[in-house]
């Protein structure tokens, strides 16, 4: 199951399979620590300083504090990279509170843990890629920032899972979670944008989204491309009117939707997604390849 996957704990290299981490580490006790998902393609990580921005931004909201240098982690991720059987693949990058007594109290942690995994990620088969997948709006809600600010990429997904136990539940592949106010947050691991009118729209991060990179690149790709983009507020409303659907994460890369709680979307792959699929395919190229 894991045979190709590695992992990078505390600067040493180590098959997946005989990787370890103590059962003291409040990480694993009580989900303290945060994290990246990252993709390398042509063996080099995929606009790493956005993630390393977000992993510190993450760390400074949870007074985490990361003791390794921008350099040292990009050296790290190029280690395991060299190491992986992977010239193109998925990157976890891990930062725990570290090792501490039983008690949540994170003062009992002296030093952080690091450990990166390196595998293949495939979030959906490739029919559910060109045909699109289906979607519910689960009734779990996305937390209120003034309970856990989902901006936060913590290591505590419990939130997230419990809305895709729904779309398990309902035979779905993906569920979308609103906030508390109803507008639409995003997907359990991915962002959300409609094509509505000839605009493609997206959640603004504040109501509830994460503030994902292949977000930000792919509002980046639309002006380049001519598509008028913005942040909106949207309703399920939004999303059952919408002209097309499409979901956005650094595993996912652009996933189309095809159905919302049984409404179907009236273009699936809609031309947008296509076009920006393409285009997102020749900057990873590019950037990965210069
Ligand atoms: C909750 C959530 N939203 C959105 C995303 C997409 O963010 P990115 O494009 O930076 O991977 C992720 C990625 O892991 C996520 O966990």
Known sequence: MFEQAICWINGEITPAAEAKVSVFDHGFLYGDGVFEGLRFYNSRVFRLPLHLKRLRRSAAALQL???LSDTEIAQALNDIIAASPLTEGYLRLIVTRGVGVLGINPATCSQPGFIIIADQLKMVSDEERSKGVRAIITSTRRMPPDRLDSRIKSL?????????????????????????????????????????????????ATEGALAGITRATVLELAEEIGIPAREAILTPYDLYI????????????????REIDGRKMANCPGDAYQRLTVAFTELVEQETTA
């Open 65 to 67: 504090n990361v003791t």
């Open 156 to 204: 505590n997904y419990l939130n997230a899972i419990m809305a895709r136990m729904e779309a398990n539940f309902a035979g779905v592949e993906e569920g979308i979670l609103l906030n508390d106010r109803g507008n639409v947050a995003e997907g359990t691991a991915d962002n959300l944008f409609v094509m509505q009118d000839g605009e493609l729209l997206t959640p603004p």
């Open 242 to 257: 919408a002209d097309e659907c499409f979901l956005t994460g650094t595993g996912a890369k652009l996933i189309p939707v």
